[in-house]
């Protein structure tokens, strides 16, 4: 079966920096792509980043454009959030997710395999 486990949030100051790992299993990289995307409470759940684990290309939220960084590992099935210049803005429960295909929409409808969340608290 396909499993998501997402590692690696915690709480940081305002300017400081967290890096998010996503561990994947139960299907080949190939044919995948990945993406981040975050919720606080009573809002909904938006895009962050995606990136294709067969071209290797990255889409961008326009909120953390320049500031987050989005790569893979094929090797260890791990998919990474570099999070640099964090602002309180950024605070949320942030989640992994994962679709067949090497398209990567930004909608969460697209996505039928979801980690179970990694909290981002983000102080000033």
């Known amino acids: 079966q396909v499993q998501l486990v997402e590692s690696g949030g915690g709480s940081v100051q305002a300017g400081g920096s967290l890096r998010l790992s996503c561990a994947a299993s139960?299907?080949?990289?190939?044919?995948?792509?990945m993406a981040w995307f975050r919720q606080t409470p009573g809002k909904e759940r938006d895009w962050v980043a995606t990136?294709?684990?067969?071209?290797?290309?990255?889409t961008y939220a326009d909120s953390v454009e320049g500031r987050f960084t989005i790569s893979r590992d094929n090797a260890k099935f791990t998919v990474y959030l570099q999070m640099d210049s964090l602002e309180p803005e950024d605070t949320a429960m942030y989640y992994c997710?994962?679709?067949?295909?090497?398209?990567?929409?930004?909608?969460?409808?697209?996505?039928?395999?979801w980690g179970q969340g990694t909290q981002v608290t983000v102080s000033s």
């Open positions: 997710a994962t679709k067949p295909g090497a398209t990567c929409w930004v909608s969460t409808s697209r996505y039928g395999y």
């Open positions: 990136i294709s684990s067969v071209s290797g290309t990255t």
């Open positions: 139960g299907f080949t990289y190939s044919t995948f792509c």
